[in-house]
């Protein structure tokens, strides 16, 4: 037998229904796609976010450093009327992979983690027809300011208000956090 360097243990975490159908299986420390109805948080946006998962044990998993029983992960999923997939080759922007995406309109916003820059989160605007790629990142030091900008750039293109993000970095000098 040969030793999966990933999941050295053989772990897997199982995902299920409400009814305890199995849906698919990820190896521990894998990664899993969550999509949000349109609508569900704003009309007109789809958000997805990526979740790192955990294994518990048979139960329980820790996506992105919360604890669900899965059944309970399941309920919460299904009652707003996501979906979960297991990730696929994972987007990278720049060295940077895509952890969250909201789309709004013909844009998609994107948040990236690079954890070896020297700015290790960035937010970019990019296109549904993806055939523009993506432009107009924004590079920060720290997460707060970095998924603050994320919401805001995302509010902005959904409401039609103007956003301008040299504020977010000049609120951060003006309290001497500026990283």
Same mark, same amino acid.
């Given at each position: 037998?040969?030793?999966?360097?990933?999941?050295?243990?053989?772990?897997?975490?199982?995902?299920?229904?409400?009814?305890?159908?199995?849906?698919?299986?990820?190896?521990?420390?894998?990664? @899993?796609? *969550?999509?949000?109805?349109?609508?569900?948080?704003?009309?007109? *946006?789809?958000?997805? =976010?990526?979740?790192?998962?955990?294994?518990?044990?048979?139960?329980?998993? /820790? @996506?992105?450093?919360?604890?669900?029983?899965?059944?309970?992960?399941?309920?919460?999923?299904? $009652? @707003?009327?996501?979906?979960?997939?297991?990730?696929?080759?994972?987007? *990278?922007?720049?060295?940077?992979? @895509?952890?969250? $995406?909201?789309?709004?309109?013909?844009?998609?916003?994107?948040?990236?983690?690079?954890?070896?820059?020297?700015?290790?989160?960035?937010? =970019?605007? /990019?296109?549904?027809? /993806? /055939?523009?790629?993506?432009? =107009?990142?924004?590079? =920060?030091?720290?997460?707060?300011?970095?998924?603050?900008?994320?919401?805001?750039?995302?509010?902005?293109?959904?409401?039609?208000?103007?956003?301008?993000?040299?504020?977010?970095?000049?609120? $951060?000098?003006?309290?001497?956090?500026?990283?």
């Amino acid at each position: 037998m040969s030793e999966n360097i990933y999941n050295p243990d053989g772990k897997e975490i199982r995902f299920i229904d409400s009814h305890y159908h199995e849906l698919f299986r990820i190896p521990d420390g894998g990664r @899993i796609v *969550v999509t949000r109805p349109e609508g569900e948080m704003y009309p007109g *946006v789809c958000e997805e =976010w990526v979740g790192t998962c955990k294994y518990l044990d048979a139960a329980h998993v /820790s @996506i992105n450093g919360e604890c669900y029983h899965r059944c309970q992960f399941a309920e919460i999923q299904e $009652r @707003i009327g996501s979906t979960v997939k297991p990730e696929g080759d994972p987007e *990278v922007v720049g060295g940077y992979r @895509i952890t969250r $995406r909201t789309f709004v309109g013909d844009k998609i916003f994107k948040f990236g983690v690079c954890p070896n820059a020297p700015k290790p989160y960035a937010t =970019w605007q /990019s296109y549904r027809d /993806s /055939s523009r790629g993506c432009d =107009w990142g924004h590079y =920060w030091s720290d997460k707060s300011t970095a998924e603050r900008d994320f919401f805001l750039r995302a509010d902005a293109e959904r409401t039609g208000k103007p956003y301008d993000y040299t504020k977010l970095i000049k609120q $951060r000098q003006d309290r001497g956090d500026a990283r």
